[in-house]
């Protein structure tokens, strides 16, 4: 396996564009938080500037392309809401507390969130989602070459039933004790060595539990990652 730096942290970025934490609350969004939050970091990435994203607007996006009604969703059915209606500012279509089904964005929404597809922000897969595999090496390894790059991953994984840290690290736990599933963001990792990119940590962006950034074993991801994605511009 290739040598990395030992550590590469992308949270000063998010800092830098005021792209601070946000909480899911009780509703089943972690997918509609990571996605946006890796949105954000490409808009800012390109317009030198902070934007803060609406997590409600791309939730309805989602739904109006698969014409479905449900709360969360897929990476993969979240990016179709994105390229059939784009996202605006959280400032226009503010997160609510509660899924309502009957809500729609207003037209300057909708008008913002048109320019917003017309940037045209790409998705690129490093792990489709099948939820009965972990990661192979060579997805291990692309993710940690996209962090490396400066660019955060998306990731859905398999969760513990009861998540337990040490010294702020989730613990691992084996796959009885898992479900599907929880997602956050990778925007960083910290390697025991240089030579070996299976043993450390990565730092995420954490929409649950109130928002925070978490630590998870490199093992966890490699065991219980179900898809990986990377937005671009």
């Known amino acids: 396996m290739p040598r990395y730096p030992v550590r590469t942290d992308l949270r000063p970025q998010f800092a830098k564009w005021g792209l601070a934490l946000k909480s899911q609350g009780a509703r089943p969004t972690c997918s509609v938080f990571a996605l946006t939050a890796?949105?954000?970091?490409?808009?800012?990435?390109?317009?030198?500037a902070g934007f803060?994203?609406?997590?409600?607007?791309?939730?309805?996006?989602?739904?109006?392309?698969?014409?479905?009604?449900?709360?969360?969703?897929?990476?993969?059915?979240?990016?179709?809401?994105?390229?059939?209606?784009?996202?605006?500012?959280?400032?226009?279509?503010?997160?609510?507390?509660?899924?309502?089904?009957?809500?729609?964005?207003s037209k300057d929404a909708d008008r913002q969130a048109h320019s917003f597809r017309l940037d045209a922000y790409e998705l690129s897969w490093?792990?489709?989602?099948?939820?009965?595999?972990?990661?192979?090496?060579?997805?291990?390894?692309?993710?940690?070459?996209?962090?490396?790059?400066?660019?955060?991953?998306?990731?859905?994984?398999?969760?513990?039933?009861?998540a337990e840290y040490d010294d702020g690290v989730l613990r691992m736990c084996p796959p009885d004790e898992v479900y599907d599933g929880h997602s956050v963001l990778i925007v960083g990792y910290v390697l025991e060595h240089v030579s070996d990119p299976t043993k450390g940590i990565v730092?995420?962006?954490?929409?649950?539990?109130?928002?925070?950034?978490?630590?998870?074993?490199?093992?966890?991801?490699?065991?219980?990652?179900?898809?990986?994605?990377?937005?671009?511009?």
């Open 126 to 162: 490093i792990k489709e989602w099948d939820v009965a595999t972990g990661l192979s090496d060579d997805e291990l390894i692309g993710i940690l070459d996209s962090l490396r790059s400066g660019w955060p991953v998306c990731v859905g994984m398999r969760w513990p039933k009861q």
């Open 38 to 48: 890796a949105l954000e970091f490409a808009a800012a990435q390109r317009h030198q």
């Open 203 to 233: 730092l995420a962006r954490d929409s649950g539990s109130g928002g925070r950034y978490v630590s998870l074993p490199i093992e966890f991801i490699r065991n219980y990652a179900n898809d990986a994605a990377v937005v671009s511009d």
């Open 52 to 105: 803060v994203l609406s997590e409600e607007y791309l939730n309805w996006a989602s739904n109006e392309a698969l014409d479905e009604y449900e709360d969360g969703g897929f990476f993969a059915d979240l990016w179709k809401g994105y390229e059939k209606h784009g996202i605006c500012e959280a400032k226009l279509a503010e997160y609510r507390e509660s899924f309502d089904p009957s809500w729609k964005p």
